[in-house]
Structures are given as C-alpha cells and as structure tokens.
C-alpha cells in the first residue's frame, strides 16, 4: 500500500497505567483484534493513527506519546478532550442516545440537545486535528459511531481525500432510526464519506433504506458485494464487511503451557461436571438476564441437568457510572442468589458469577475449559467473543449457542446452535441438546466453525476493506 493509512478511532491504541513507583506512568498497548489487524500495516507504511488518549492533556501525557512515536514506525496524534466534553459527547449522545438506539433498545435511549451539541463539537475538534496532519496522497479510516460527522466537517473545511467509514456496532432500522431527532444530520454527514462499511448484510440493508427514506432523491444500485448511492456530483460506495479475530494468534496462544495448566486447574474446581461459558462486557445489550432465566428454566424442564452443569459467568466492568449499569450489576447479583438459592445442593452451585476481567491466560484457560459457550446477546455489531471461543477450542470438543442477533451468527450459523435470545424455551432446549451431543457431532460443528473463522480471519478483513476502496464502481 503506497499511500499512508491514516486510522481515526475514538480512542487511541494505547492506554495509560501506573508503574507501581509514586507518580509513575506509562504506555500499554490496548489488547484488541483492531489494533492487532492494522499495526503491521501501520507500521509498514509509516501511519498516523489519531484518536482521544483517554486522559487529560499534560506535559507527562503528550512525553509518553512523544516516547512512543520515536520508537514506532508509525505515529499516534492525541485529539485533546476536557471533561466536561467527554461527558456530553462520549458518555452522552455515543453511548446514552447512539449505543443503545443502534441496539434496537430505544426504552434506554436518551434525547438530549446539550449531548447532541456536545457530540457535533468533539467530532468538529476531531476533524480538525485531522485536517491539519493530513498529506496529499493519505488513505483516511474513520471508525465507529462516535465519529459519524467527521467527514461532513472534513468538507467544509476543503478536505478532497478520499474518507472510509467502518461502523463496529449493528445500524438500526428505518422504523428506529426515524426515532432519532437529529437523524438528518447524521444521514447526510454519512453521505460524505467515499466508502462505507458496516459488520451484515442486514446493517448495509438498513443504512440504504435509511438514505433512501431521508433523502429521496438518491439513485441506488444494489449489487452483489456493495451497493452504489448517487447523490448528485457524489457517489458512495456502501458494503458489509464482517470483522473477524487473529485465528492464528489465538490458535497457537491456547496451546501454551500456561493456558493448558490453568484450564487443567480450573477443571479440577469443577469436577466431572460440564461447564457452560459465559463472558461479556456489563451491557445490556449482552442479554445476561434472558441467559441467566433460559438457565433456570433448563434446570426446571430438565431435572437431570441439576448437578451435572454449572455455568460461569464473566462480567467485565463497564461504564459504572452509568445509572443502567450499576442497575443491571444488582439485578444480576440478585438473579444470581435467587437461582441459587433455588438449586444449589451440598458441593453444587449452578451459578458461578464472576464480576472483574480475566487477563489472556485465564481467559483462554476458560475458553478451553468449558464445553459449552452462551454468546446470546439481543443485539450485536459481531461479537468476536464466539469467535474467540471457538478458536481457543482446540480439542474440538465444544458447542457454540449464539444468538441470532450477534452479526457472527451471518458466519458461524452452519456450526452454532443458533437461539433467540428472548425464547426462553428455545434457549432451555438448546442448552440440553448441547449437554446431551454427542462427540462425533461437537468435534464437526467445531470443525466447520474453526474452518469459517480461520478463513475470514481479522487480517483478511483489513485486506478486504483496503482493497474496496480502490475500485469504486
């Protein structure tokens, strides 16, 4: 690639940590398939990655990120928020009005101007560090819904580059979207992008009804791989490209030693019984609560379970701050003591919930521990967690349950047990019939999965996304 990638993401591929001496800080990569995917070909080309550090703006801040681009081919440039930003733009409108709109939740959604105002700022200041790094031939790669007005005021302020934009998370109906007072805004700051990304088939459909319903006098032609909006001297490409995971970095990471004595000690706690997996972010979009009653109803409907299956539940802490959140943490703790309460007999509980993240070798020790994955979300962008499960399961001998409504269930369907995540009874029988299969069936889904996450692997989607760029039309 000649041209130089320029990513923009909310936050940058780093974050701050304490080095246990007094005032002692420094640079931790982030741990995720993103930045897994593009720092090779950042550092390839000599990028520029431009996002929110995550922290206020000091002298030590901007010396570690100074560190960090002398001993990188590539750069990172920090887009300075206050507080009083981050608040109405990143913990308001993204994740109060965008987040849960995108995820069919419109009872969590909140409307409010000053967050509205708050959001079109940040991503104005977004634009203009943008604008002021930006060389003649740069490649410039916006990501996720918190930036979706970036290229709009990249326009007005003369910017002609070619800008892409890659949604991570589900896009809404027409019908939902409509809910959205400032829904003209957002559409037509979409519209100024070249190329437009999105996770299914099903978010690239909705976009274009929206286009279509909010602007009429589009022209569209739909073809196989992509889709074309003409909107007088502007043509927008629109395409889904589903995100996937390092297979081979995982595939060889849950073969090490270390992943292999903690699965083996984390099997020991647990007996001969079968353990079902579930691990996810505090959200209530995972869909924990419908899990939690599909298990106890498994237990009721299907008594030989009792005893025989525990199910352990990884929450990760997540926005604590947030009234939804600190509500859904005490009414899955209480869930928890309930179903508890109910079943537990002398040396089995049925519920073993964990509230804290795993680091890499722990949680890969449970991706091989457990013969059962939950990942029944109500609504998904992916979720890579599926992916990552079935990757790490190395022996073959385990059984996906995926929710319809993850993005991966496009994927993985041919391999998974596929759920509505709001059927309790659907869910209840899919938990028995993946306690009571057979090795034979277990070892060739898992085979089939393997196969389809090894093949549309994160670097291929990288390659992919690059790629469609170049041929518009």
């Given at each position: 690639m000649l041209r130089r990638l320029v990513v923009v993401s909310n936050r940058l591929p780093v974050a701050i940590e304490s080095t246990g001496k007094r005032g002692g800080r420094q640079l931790r990569p982030s741990v995720?398939?993103?930045?897994?995917?593009?720092?090779?070909?950042?550092?390839?080309?000599?990028?520029?990655?431009?996002?929110?550090?995550?922290?206020d703006q000091e002298p030590h801040s901007a010396r570690l990120l100074q560190e960090f681009n002398r001993r990188h081919a590539y750069e990172l440039?920090?887009?300075?928020?206050?507080?009083?930003?981050?608040?109405?733009?990143?913990?308001?409108?993204?994740?109060?009005?965008?987040?849960?709109?995108?995820?069919?939740?419109?009872?969590?959604c909140k409307f409010e101007t000053e967050h509205w105002q708050a959001y079109a700022q940040a991503n104005h200041h977004f634009a203009q560090v943008i604008a002021a790094s930006l060389r003649a031939d740069d490649f410039v790669w916006v990501h996720d819904y918190q930036l979706t007005l970036v290229a709009q005021h990249l326009r007005a302020m003369k910017v002609r580059h070619r800008l892409s934009f890659f949604l991570h998370i589900p896009f809404p109906s027409l019908d939902l979207f409509r809910r959205l007072p400032w829904k003209q805004s957002i559409i037509q700051a979409l519209m100024e992008y070249d190329l437009v990304g999105f996770q299914t088939l099903r978010d690239r459909r909705n976009f274009i009804q929206c286009v279509k319903g909010l602007i009429p006098q589009v022209a569209i032609e739909v073809r196989r791989r992509y889709s074309l909006i003409h909107y007088g001297p502007r043509m927008v490409k629109v395409g889904h490209f589903p995100i996937g995971i390092d297979f081979e970095e995982f595939n060889r990471d849950a073969q090490a030693s270390a992943v292999a004595e903690n699965a083996q000690y984390f099997r020991r706690q647990f007996g001969s019984r079968t353990l079902i997996l579930?691990?996810?972010?505090?959200?209530?979009?995972?869909?924990?609560?419908?899990?939690?009653?599909?298990?106890?109803?498994?237990?009721?409907?299907?008594?030989?379970?009792?005893?025989?299956?525990?199910?352990?539940?990884?929450?990760?802490?997540?926005?604590?701050?947030?009234?939804?959140?600190?509500?859904?943490?005490?009414?899955?703790?209480?869930?928890?003591?309930?179903?508890?309460?109910?079943?537990?007999?002398?040396g089995w509980i049925p519920i073993h919930?964990?509230?804290?993240?795993?680091?890499?070798?722990?949680?890969?020790?449970?991706?091989?521990?457990?013969?059962?994955?939950?990942?029944?979300?109500?609504?998904?962008?992916?979720?890579?967690?599926?992916?990552?499960?079935?990757?790490?399961?190395?022996?073959?001998?385990?059984?996906?349950?995926?929710?319809?409504?993850?993005?991966?269930?496009?994927?993985?369907?041919?391999?998974?047990?596929?759920?509505?995540?709001?059927?309790?009874?659907?869910?209840?029988?899919?938990?028995?019939?993946?306690?009571t299969m057979e090795l034979g069936e277990r070892r060739e889904r898992m085979r089939v999965l393997r196969a389809q996450i090894r093949r549309n692997d994160v670097h291929r989607w990288v390659q992919w996304f690059l790629e469609s760029d170049r041929a518009v039309g």
């Open positions: 995720g398939g993103l930045v897994t995917a593009l720092a090779p070909i950042m550092e390839e080309n000599h990028g520029l990655w431009i996002g929110w550090p995550g922290w440039r920090p887009v300075w928020l206050n507080s009083e930003e981050v608040d109405g733009y990143y913990r308001g409108f993204s994740n109060e009005t965008l987040w849960p709109l995108f995820h069919d939740l419109l009872g969590y579930g691990v996810d972010r505090l959200d209530y979009t995972k869909g924990i609560p419908e899990r939690f009653l599909a298990f106890e109803r498994a237990l009721e409907k299907y008594p030989d379970l009792q005893g025989k299956v525990s199910l352990f539940q990884v929450v990760v802490p997540s926005r604590t701050h947030v009234p939804y959140y600190q509500d859904l943490k005490e009414i899955l703790e209480g869930m928890v003591g309930r179903i508890n309460g109910r079943f537990s007999r002398l919930y964990m509230y804290r993240m795993l680091d890499r070798v722990k949680l890969l020790g449970c991706y091989r521990a457990c013969e059962i994955a939950l990942v029944t979300p109500l609504r998904d962008g992916m979720n890579l967690v599926a992916k990552e499960y079935c990757t790490s399961t190395i022996d073959g001998n385990g059984v996906l349950i995926l929710s319809e409504f993850a993005g991966a269930a496009d994927q993985l369907a041919k391999g998974a047990l596929i759920v509505n995540p709001y059927d309790r009874e659907e869910m209840a029988d899919a938990i028995y019939r993946a306690f």
